[in-house]
């Protein structure tokens, strides 16, 4: 198989040095390199497993990154419940500010009625559609002078 | 550098071949689940070590067992901080949602209770308009 590697310059200088000495040309030092560094990897590879399951770490280890693999699933599926439910409220959020702008106009046309009624000496009082919290809401909704209670 | 045709360009990439075996030897470590390194920069400073006779600096491909230990305990400890701070975020963006929910309830309500008043209201000045027109009428 062939692969492309991005090699710094002091390494390039130490390849061209070292392959120049042993007589080969720096693409062949560089895949000798690379199947030497292999088997050295798997020797380390086995000697650190063997002195993991000497020590009695190996069964811990594996515990560990159990638990991690574990949070790991549970953050992302926290985050991306997280993500649906801020959507869906930032929604909400908006809802209420249009609904809120319209039980305005509403309430002004109710406030008009009440008003011509009054003039003919008819009093009526708006009941549960006057709306007590209506400022706060506005403040809220409308304003966002408050975020939250 | 020029090789059979192989070129390194002046930004470092080379072109390397790896031979079935190599490629067998790095796709078995990276299916394990030792925490070795198995870049091919990483592979080649360790072959070139060893091919120069310079001592082996196995640092650079994996942390021994206990350190390894702590390094994932770490990583762990750090992960579950942000899982309760995940679970904390979530808890208050719920609550909110509740209260947006309750406040749209509210506004609901109070839009259809003022649309039943308005219209109470159109039929007392209907009633007082018509009133009034039979009053004229008897007048006259």
Redesign the interface.
Known sequence: ?????????P??K???V?SRR?GL??????????????????E??RA??K??LH?G??G???R??H??EE??A??MA??S??AS??F??FE??S??GT??M??SG??A??KD??K??ND?G?E?S??????A?FQE?AD??LFRREQ?? | ?K??G?H?SR?????????????G??V??SR???P?D?S?????????Q???GEP?D?DI??R???Q??DH??K??ED??I??QE??E??DE??Q??S???R??E??????E??????E???D??RK?QSGEDHGRRDAA
């Open positions: 198989m062939d692969a492309e590697m991005q090699l710094d310059r390494t390039l130490k390849i061209k070292a042993l040309t720096p693409h062949e030092f560089v895949d000798r390199c690379l199947a030497e560094g292999s088997r050295r990897l798997a380390i590879s650190w497993k002195e993991a020590t770490i190996m811990e280890l594996d560990v990154l638990d991690l949070a790991r549970e953050l926290i985050d419940r997280y439910l801020n869906m409220a909400a959020f809802r209420v609904k809120l319209a039980y509403t309430r046309t109710a009625f009440q011509r009624l003919i008819i009526y708006l009941g549960a559609g006057e709306l919290s809401l809220r909704y939250r209670k | 550098m090789d059979t192989r390194t930004s470092g990439e080379i072109l390397v071949h790896l031979s079935e075996e190599t490629e030897i790095i078995n470590l394990e689940r030792i070795v198995t091919y920069n990483t592979i080649l400073t360790l072959g070139m060893s091919l120069l082996v196995t491909v994996v021994s067992p206990s390894e230990l994932r305990r990583k762990l992960l579950l942000k899982l995940g679970r975020a979530y963006v719920k909110v949602y209260e947006y929910l406040d749209e509210i506004v609901d309500h109070a839009t209770a003022i649309l039943e008043e308005i109470e209201m159109v007392l000045l007082k």
